[in-house]
């Protein structure tokens, strides 16, 4: 292993290398450089100290012949880049340094850079992670998804209605992306297909140009790097130069538009699926460009295609990009002459499937109509994929298969194509077993495994929380951000008190920059002293953001009832985005808002409950919340959440957890101590069981009276005075569908409510409890997963 401080640049050294690029790369003299130049410049110069372990790593791999992963994923969740990258590199706080003798400021510029949103929640903020960590291991691989001109939209709120508009992290040059125009390849659509010399010949009549741009991915210190490679979709006719001389200027753009409308915009859909055209042709961009530069630099170096597996393993990030199957069977079959069912167990051999979710709604199925018209030679792959797959299992039940009711059902495409199939939390995996998959599950006993999700320490403690980063160095000392177990080494210090104090006092100061963030951005003054109580995530109704905003209404109804008894102050953050279709979601945004609007107005509870909800919320927004949170809020339906990662973050973070036994919850409270978690609610059996009585919500609502009470309120319009019939919707079917058990988990969570305000009473014994949550979290690091795919799924050794 080297040691990154001999790399580390001097400071004379690193100085002179910003003031290079802003000289030389932005033209701009220092005395008249704005933030943006020099956020450049500084951008530049980091970059700079990624080449050099990146192109050792990638010489490396070459001459050792090492086996590459491959993560074909449609979202990658980055965030900022600047300050995680010179935190890897050790270059913080030199780079801090010398800015400040330049007169600049490292925060304020890092703080300029626009969020890569290149994904919607969970899976594309995985992604992420799994990248950073990939380098930190040494694992050897490459990320690819598509490098979308517009990612996911940005939040404003009108009225306590969100309202949509188009992100732009393009406008600004894009300082960690190298274009690659030489790596491009043909993407064909539609057209025919012929037989020649015995093989199958697929001429499309439409193509695009899929063209690569490459970001370097760097590791905790410096020791390793990958390759994210997003493609860029472009024309293969440029201009149509003869209509724009007879002067029809808008027509001879056509075909550039069209093509480059593949990567133009970032689907926000998340858990309802859509048929779509453009975004089949989006899943097909991706995963045909990836196979074929996967096979493209494995023929650099080898010949025999059937050693493929050997070298290449790629995983599915759900069944997004589950033509990769299809598509390199098409390749091998194709152009490179190998039968069908050699081809087929090779593409098996390499291939693994991440499943992150069970909502029916969400699952991919495409018209066999749709595929057969986009993607015609693909369809007739599906077809003998599927009755290859009945031949070899005859036993297989009628009505299991890749092909129904003409549909292509994506779940069991991935799952047959693959050789590993993961859930991302234990409970996830065994429902996976039992509810998805059941009957796969027994014809491939041994398929399905479990990589209980992760995420990187690295942005999402050290980077994020450096007050308490600093308390963890300086009682444990260096090593914890790529070995978070040793986080354990933290417990014996629990039972001092000066290391409490300590803790608290990290959090404390948390809160108040947060508190101070609060006030600038939305107006509401909150107390630092009060419990600061967090969900943050996307917008659905599994996630229950209603329960919450619900028992906020009735434990602000309790207060005003009873003014004299002494109540815990707490502040309510929300923070999230609904897809823009999703019209449920969004009138429970509203109702967040419209509650907030009454609640923080009103003097007879004042600073004891304040609501507040910032709009945008993003990755850089996370950052700023999670190390100041004293409550995280998992409170889905059980068997609903796949895993969660959020709920990580925040318990690392010294975040108490209210939450049900759903996705990697139950794990968080295995390893936490129960004693350390606040538990409440029915179990995924329980939820099943509940639901036979058709009756459930009405029943759960006459047993509980705040709740009736709650929701007599919002019918009568309290908070919705110039609209009383506002929120009908919602009350309606709380007592008449409810489908995700709302009422029946209220009674439970509002009890759990008031264990939550006993115990913040004992500030001492709440920071023991807080301080354990992040000693015992260690296990959650992406390093831990990583390594898991890499052993259980893979097959690769670490290179380092
Ligand atoms: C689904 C779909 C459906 C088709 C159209 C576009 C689209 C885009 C994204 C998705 C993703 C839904 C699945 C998802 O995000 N799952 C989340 O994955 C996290 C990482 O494993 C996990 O922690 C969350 O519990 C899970 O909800």
């Given at each position: 292993?080297?040691?990154?401080?001999?790399?580390?640049?001097?400071?004379?050294?690193?100085?002179?290398?910003?003031?290079?690029?802003?000289?030389?790369?932005?033209?701009?003299?220092?005395?008249?450089?704005?933030?943006?130049?020099?956020?450049?410049?500084?951008?530049?110069?980091?970059?700079?100290?990624?080449?050099?372990?990146?192109?050792?790593?990638?010489?490396?791999?070459?001459?050792?012949?090492?086996?590459?992963?491959?993560?074909?994923?449609?979202?990658?969740?980055?965030?900022?880049?600047?300050?995680?990258?010179?935190?890897?590199?050790?270059?913080?706080?030199?780079?801090?340094?010398?800015?400040?003798?330049?007169?600049?400021?490292?925060?304020?510029?890092?703080?300029?850079?626009?969020?890569?949103?290149?994904?919607?929640?969970?899976?594309?903020?995985?992604?992420?992670c799994?990248?950073?960590?990939?380098?930190?291991?040494?694992?050897?691989?490459?990320?690819?998804?598509?490098?979308?001109?517009?990612?996911?939209?940005?939040?404003?709120?009108?009225?306590?209605?969100?309202?949509?508009?188009?992100?732009?992290?393009?406008?600004?040059?894009?300082?960690?992306?190298?274009?690659?125009?030489?790596?491009?390849?043909?993407?064909?659509?539609?057209?025919?297909?012929?037989?020649?010399?015995?093989?199958?010949?697929?001429?499309?009549?439409?193509?695009?140009?899929?063209?690569?741009?490459?970001?370097?991915?760097?590791?905790?210190?410096?020791?390793?790097?990958?390759?994210?490679?997003?493609?860029?979709?472009?024309?293969?006719?440029?201009?149509?130069?003869?209509?724009?001389?007879?002067?029809?200027?808008?027509?001879?753009?056509?075909?550039?538009?069209?093509?480059?409308?593949?990567?133009?915009?970032?689907?926000?859909?998340?858990?309802?699926?859509?048929?779509?055209?453009?975004?089949?042709?989006?899943?097909?961009?991706?995963?045909?460009?990836?196979?074929?530069?996967?096979?493209?630099?494995?023929?650099?170096?080898?010949?025999?295609?059937?050693?493929?597996?050997?070298?290449?393993?790629?995983?599915?990030?759900?069944?997004?990009?589950?033509?990769?199957?299809?598509?390199?069977?098409?390749?091998?079959?194709?152009?490179?002459?190998?039968?069908?069912?050699?081809?087929?167990?090779?593409?098996?051999?390499?291939?693994?499937?991440?499943?992150?979710?069970?909502?029916?709604?969400?699952?991919?199925?495409?018209?066999?109509?749709?595929?057969?018209?986009?993607?015609?030679?693909?369809?007739?792959?599906?077809?003998?994929?599927?009755?290859?797959?009945?031949?070899?299992?005859?036993?297989?039940?009628?009505?299991?298969?890749?092909?129904?009711?003409?549909?292509?059902?994506?779940?069991?495409?991935?799952?047959?194509?693959?050789?590993?199939?993961?859930?991302?939390?234990?409970?996830?995996?065994?429902?996976?077993?039992?509810?998805?998959?059941?009957?796969?599950?027994?014809?491939?006993?041994?398929?399905?495994?479990?990589?209980t999700n992760g995420v990187t320490p690295r942005r999402w403690l050290r980077m994020a929380n450096?007050a308490l980063s600093?308390l963890i160095?300086?009682?444990?000392?260096?090593?914890w951000e790529?070995?978070l177990d040793r986080l354990t080494?933290l417990?014996?210090?629990?039972?001092?008190?000066?290391?409490?104090?300590?803790f608290?006092?990290a959090k404390?100061?948390n809160?108040?920059?947060?508190?101070?963030?609060?006030?600038?951005?939305?107006?509401?003054?909150?107390?630092?002293?009060?419990?600061?109580?967090v969900?943050?995530?996307?917008?659905?109704?599994?996630?229950?953001?209603?329960?919450?905003?619900?028992?906020?209404?009735?434990?602000?109804?309790?207060?005003?009832?009873?003014?004299?008894?002494?109540?815990?102050?707490?502040?309510?953050?929300?923070?999230?985005?609904?897809?823009?279709?999703?019209?449920?979601?969004?009138?429970?945004?509203?109702?967040?808002?419209?509650?907030?609007?009454?609640?923080?107005?009103?003097?007879?509870?004042?600073?004891?409950?304040?609501?507040?909800?910032?709009?945008?919320?993003?990755?850089?927004?996370a950052e700023?919340l999670i190390p100041a949170a004293d409550?995280s809020?998992q409170?889905?339906?059980?068997?609903?959440?796949?895993?969660g990662t959020g709920n990580m973050k925040l318990s690392l973070n010294g975040a108490l957890t209210?939450?049900?036994?759903?996705?990697a919850n139950?794990e968080i409270?295995?390893k936490v101590?129960?004693?350390n978690f606040?538990?409440?609610?029915?179990?995924?059996?329980?939820?099943?069981?509940?639901?036979?009585?058709?009756?459930?919500?009405?029943?759960?609502?006459?047993?509980?009276?705040?709740?009736?009470?709650?929701?007599?309120?919002?019918?009568?319009?309290?908070?919705?005075?110039?609209?009383?019939?506002?929120?009908?919707?919602?009350?309606?079917?709380?007592?008449?569908?409810?489908?995700?058990?709302?009422?029946?988990?209220?009674?439970?969570?509002?009890?759990?409510?008031?264990?939550?305000?006993?115990?913040?009473?004992?500030?001492?014994?709440?920071?023991?409890k807080a301080a354990l949550n992040t000693a015992r979290m260690g296990f959650f690091s992406s390093d831990r997963a990583?390594?898991?795919?890499?052993?259980?799924?893979?097959?690769?050794?670490?290179?380092?």
């Open positions: 292993m080297k040691d990154i401080s001999a790399q580390r640049p001097g400071k004379e050294a690193f100085r002179a290398d910003i003031l290079r690029h802003l000289t030389y790369t932005l033209g701009k003299d220092a005395g008249h450089a704005s933030d943006y130049d020099w956020r450049m410049a500084l951008s530049f110069a980091i970059r700079d100290r990624i080449v050099g372990p990146w192109f050792a790593s990638t010489r490396r791999t070459w001459a050792e012949n090492r086996k590459r992963v491959y993560y074909l994923s449609m979202e990658f969740l980055i965030g900022r880049i600047l300050e995680d990258a010179a935190i890897n590199l050790g270059l913080r706080d030199l780079a801090a340094e010398v800015l400040a003798d330049l007169g600049q400021d490292f925060a304020t510029l890092a703080g300029e850079e626009p969020d890569a949103a290149l994904g919607n929640g969970g899976l594309g903020r995985l992604a992420a799994y990248m950073e960590s990939m380098a930190t291991v040494g694992c050897p691989s490459y990320g690819y998804g598509i490098r979308y001109e517009h990612g996911l939209f940005r939040q404003r709120f009108e009225g306590g209605q969100q309202v949509e508009t188009a992100e732009d992290w393009l406008k600004t040059r894009n300082p960690w992306e190298f274009e690659r125009p030489e790596s491009a390849y043909t993407i064909g659509f539609k057209g025919e297909v012929a037989e020649k010399d015995g093989r199958a010949l697929w001429t499309p009549d439409e193509t695009v140009i899929a063209s690569a741009y490459d970001t370097p991915v760097v590791g905790w210190q410096g020791r390793w790097a990958n390759t994210l490679r997003l493609w860029s979709a472009k024309p293969t006719q440029a201009f149509d130069l003869e209509r724009f001389n007879r002067g029809d200027y808008a027509a001879a753009a056509e075909p550039e538009t069209l093509a480059r409308t593949i990567s133009r915009v970032l689907y926000p859909e998340d858990t309802t699926y859509q048929g779509k055209e453009l975004r089949l042709k989006q899943e097909f961009f991706l995963t045909s460009a990836a196979i074929q530069d996967i096979l493209r630099r494995y023929l650099e170096t080898h010949t025999d295609l059937t050693a493929l597996p050997t070298h290449v393993a790629i995983q599915m990030n759900d069944t997004h990009p589950a033509l990769a199957g299809p598509e390199l069977i098409r390749l091998l079959t194709d152009a490179h002459g190998i039968g069908f069912e050699e081809a087929f167990d090779i593409a098996q051999a390499c291939l693994g499937y991440t499943n992150h979710t069970l909502l029916p709604e969400a699952l991919e199925r495409w018209s066999t109509w749709l595929v057969g018209n986009i993607l015609p030679r693909h369809m007739q792959i599906i077809e003998r994929i599927d009755s290859l797959h009945r031949r070899r299992f005859p036993n297989r039940p009628h009505y299991v298969g890749i092909v129904k009711h003409h549909e292509v059902r994506m779940g069991e495409l991935a799952f047959i194509s693959a050789h590993r199939v993961n859930g991302v939390s234990a409970l996830h995996t065994e429902l996976v077993k039992e509810r998805l998959f059941p009957e796969l599950n027994k014809l491939h006993p041994g398929r399905i495994v479990n990589e450096p600093g160095t300086e009682t444990i000392g260096e090593g790529d070995h080494g417990e014996p210090h629990v039972e001092d008190k000066g290391f409490r104090d300590a608290a006092g404390r100061a809160k108040v920059a947060t508190a101070n963030w609060i006030a600038r951005t939305t107006g509401i003054s909150v107390s630092p002293d009060a419990l600061f109580d969900q943050v995530k996307r917008l659905h109704e599994y996630k229950r953001q209603l329960l919450n905003i619900l028992q906020t209404v009735a434990q602000w109804h309790f207060i005003r009832e009873n003014p004299n008894l002494p109540h815990v102050p707490r502040v309510k953050i929300f923070g999230g985005k609904a897809a823009p279709g999703y019209v449920v979601a969004k009138e429970i945004i509203h109702l967040i808002n419209d509650v907030a609007a009454v609640i923080n107005n009103d003097p007879r509870t004042g600073d004891l409950l304040k609501v507040v909800y910032p709009a945008n919320y993003n990755v850089s927004m700023h409550l809020e409170i889905s339906t059980a068997g609903k959440e796949a895993s209210i939450g049900t036994l759903d996705g139950v409270r295995e101590g129960a004693e606040f538990l409440f609610g029915l179990t995924a059996d329980e939820v099943e069981e509940r639901r036979k009585d058709v009756e459930h919500a009405r029943h759960a609502i006459l047993a509980n009276q705040p709740l009736q009470d709650v929701l007599q309120m919002i019918a009568e319009g309290r908070f919705s005075p110039g609209q009383r019939d506002r929120y009908h919707g919602i009350v309606d079917r709380m007592w008449h569908h409810d489908y995700f058990l709302v009422a029946s988990d209220f009674g439970a969570y509002h009890a759990e409510q008031g264990e939550v305000d006993r115990s913040y009473r004992e500030a001492d014994d709440w920071t023991r990583i390594r898991g795919y890499m052993e259980d799924i893979w097959g690769v050794d670490s290179a380092l």
